[in-house]
Nanobody
Framework: QVQLVESGGGLVHPGGSLRLSCAAS????????MSWYCQPPGEQRKWIAT?????????YYADSVKGRFAISRDNVEKTVYLQMNSLKPEDTAVYYC????????WGQGTQVTVSS
């Protein structure tokens, strides 16, 4: 059974940092690209970043987070991370990880609130 469990969300001041984690199980993690999405209050879910499964583990980012967020993965721990720096109030959202399987799998989400 595919399972994704996000953690690491919380309340942070503008300019602060958080590191989100997504622990995966139930599939061949090392062979699957992984993504992060966010859903701000009252808005649709939107793509943030993707990291490939190949040896180069190439990463792709939405323009809104480029230079501030970094996606990474640990194939031994079967975990994907999202390091979020220079956080802004508009980054407030529920953050989800997604396994890019033939049938996409999602975690339950973790809340990030950026507020002074």
């Amino acid at each position: 059974q595919v399972q994704l469990v996000e953690s690491g969300g919380g309340l942070v001041h503008p300019g602060g940092s958080l590191r989100l984690s997504c622990a995966a199980s139930g599939f061949d993690f090392s062979g699957v690209s992984m993504s992060w999405y966010c859903q701000p209050p009252g808005e649709q879910r939107k793509w943030i970043a993707t990291i490939g499964s190949a040896g180069g583990r190439r990463a792709y980012y939405a323009d809104s987070v480029k230079g501030r967020f970094a996606i990474s993965r640990d194939n031994v721990e079967k975990t994907v991370y999202l390091q979020m720096n220079s956080l802004k109030p508009e980054d407030t959202a529920v953050y989800y990880c997604k396994a890019e399987l033939s049938v996409a799998a999602w975690g339950q989400g973790t809340q990030v609130t950026v507020s002074s």
